[in-house]
């Protein structure tokens, strides 16, 4: 379309800085610095993808029934309002029971010929809806949109941004909030880079989430089997071509609370989790693997698990490692000759001295996970006698000193998106509670001896990660401490700076399984308050 061509819609100051407002006084803080697209924020990304050559098409879908007419009106607007102008808005009203809905979108679509239209005759249920607007759609790119829902005002900018620096990009999915009924921004979620084990916890890409046509193609869109949890299925099955996944670590995406929605009630709609459960078996069937999916009872309401079946016991092998009296500097050492000992092993668990499983299926649920070819390490839950976390996940930091999370919470915390208590991938297991595949011991050349201490183990996980194995926090697999647990603060000094030297390009980025949103000087994820200047004084 010629810029000539482009309704001139620009939003007004007041609307940029209301759509940037929360009742959350914290949330309010951030939203300030980094949620506030302003007017000239938005004229410059105007103009400058004014001048891109070849600037990709994104084809937004957006399924439409029976929806709050100001919702709908707001859907629609926030997308006319996109600083970024070469898009299309495919929409498919799923015969709703009123014909005003079809009427103000033929309106909108008269005066904006990037929005198009079609009326189903008879209601065929979300998939159906959502298959017929993709078939409208002729960008490179399609993005999906809910038709109560809104994205930010910068939203296709970013994504176009991205798909610019990285052309091969299958999938870009970004960071989202909630609108509270009252209108107002909370409940963000902060997102980890690609994480496919995660996918088996729960669909956290969601919402914003933009595919490649081609892919989307190729996997015949949504299936209606799984409807209800269709974007979880597609997925899953996404995740198994091996597509290159690009995370922008903004919020570009505000996801709408109402009394019907499933946002606000989680137990509506139950039919939902059902089709999760559904979608998870069908992809563990697809990859050969062999587990159970169950629904966790103790978080809320759309988290899951599944119990993978363990490799034959023989083929593992248990490595006690005493702390050495307070000489973590002979880790490497020890650790090394007592794995070179285990000739015959496929899998090696390491387990500090004084830790113990708290039941059978705590090495089932370390060893499980080895099912699938990509994963290299998997470390568990860490409890005091308290039942307070000694380890929920390890994050790396620039200092070489790694944060553990929740560290000192009791076990009923369940973590910001509850990161204590789901599977997850994870960029670094416990040097005292985790299990390691052989073969990538053995391809990785084992422990790098420059390293005395446990830190040799953080510098073999970044290695796997290199080389394209993953790493998994399984908190099912639970383990007791009875005596002395090592902190990461008490590693060996000299390791952590030698760490932070030789991974420092990696570090420099941030670790990937942690947003950069969320702080790294206190153990709670909470949201990164140490910013500049406020945007709007």
């Known amino acids: 379309m010629d810029n000539k061509d482009i309704p001139n819609i620009v939003p007004s100051e007041d609307e940029l800085k209301m759509w940037a407002t929360s009742e959350w006084a914290e949330y309010q803080v951030w939203l300030f610095h980094h949620g506030y697209v302003s007017p000239g924020e938005w004229a410059d990304q105007r103009q400058r993808s004014l001048e891109w050559s070849n600037p990709p098409l994104i084809s937004v879908v957006t399924p439409v029934y029976n929806t709050d007419f100001i919702h709908l009106k707001e859907c629609i607007y926030s997308i006319q309002a996109q600083s970024y102008a070469n898009w299309e808005l495919c929409m498919v009203d799923d015969a709703s029971s009123t014909g005003e809905i079809a009427l103000y979108i033929k309106t909108c679509s008269a005066d904006d010929l990037r929005i198009k239209l079609t009326v189903l005759p008879e209601n065929k249920g979300i998939c159906y809806a959502t298959n017929t607007a993709i078939e409208m759609a002729t960008g490179d ?53 690609w994480s496919p084990e995660t996918l088996f916890t729960f669909n ?257 996980a970044l290695r796997a990660l290199d080389a394209g194995s993953r790493i998994v926090y399984n908190p099912f697999a639970r383990f007791k401490c009875s005596g002395r647990w090592v902190r990461l603060e008490e590693l060996p000094k000299d390791d952590a700076l030698l760490f932070s030297q030789n991974w420092s390009d990696w570090l420099d980025k941030g670790d990937p399984y942690y947003n950069r949103n969320l702080t790294q000087n206190v153990i709670d994820m909470g949201l990164d308050l140490n910013l500049p200047k406020n945007k709007w004084g």
């Open 141 to 193: 790119y399609v993005a999906f949109l809910d038709h109560d829902d809104r994205i930010s005002p910068d939203a296709l900018y970013h994504v176009a941004e991205a798909i610019r620096n990285q052309d091969k990009a299958d999938i870009i999915y970004s960071d989202r909030d909630m609108i509270c009924p009252r209108g107002f921004r909370y409940m963000h979620l902060f997102k980890p880079d």
């Open 204 to 460: 956290y890409t969601c919402h914003l989430t933009v595919y490649r046509r081609s892919l989307l193609n190729g996997l015949e869109g949504v299936h209606a089997d799984c409807e209800g949890s269709q974007d979880h299925d597609l997925i899953l099955r996404a995740a198994e071509q091996n597509p290159m996944v690009v995370h922008i670590p903004r919020i570009l995406y505000h996801w709408r609370q109402h009394a019907e929605s499933v946002s606000m009630n989680r137990n509506t709609k139950t039919y939902i989790y059902e089709a999760v459960i559904k979608a998870l078996e069908s992809a563990l069937e697809r990859r050969g693997l062999e587990g159970e999916v169950f629904e966790i009872s103790d978080l809320w309401r759309g988290n899951f698990n599944v119990r993978m079946n363990n490799p034959p016991e023989e083929e593992s092998k248990l490595i006690s490692m005493e702390h050495l009296r307070r000489k973590e500097d002979q880790y490497t050492k020890v650790l090394s000759e007592k794995i070179e000992s285990c000739t015959d092993s496929d899998y090696i668990i390491v387990l500090g001295a004084e830790l113990d499983p708290e039941n059978e299926a705590a090495f089932q649920e370390l060893l499980g996970w080895f099912q699938i070819p990509e994963v290299g390490f998997v470390t568990g839950r860490v409890l005091d006698e308290q039942n307070r976390f000694l380890h929920a996940g390890i994050v790396h930091r620039q200092n070489g000193i790694p944060l553990s999370i929740y560290e000192g919470f009791g076990e009923e915390n369940q973590g910001y998106m509850g990161a204590t208590s789901i599977l997850r991938n994870v960029s670094a297991p416990h040097p005292f509670c985790f299990a390691v595949r052989r073969r990538l011991w053995n391809d990785l050349g084992g422990l790098n001896e420059e390293y005395t201490g446990p830190h040799s183990v953080f510098d073999l």
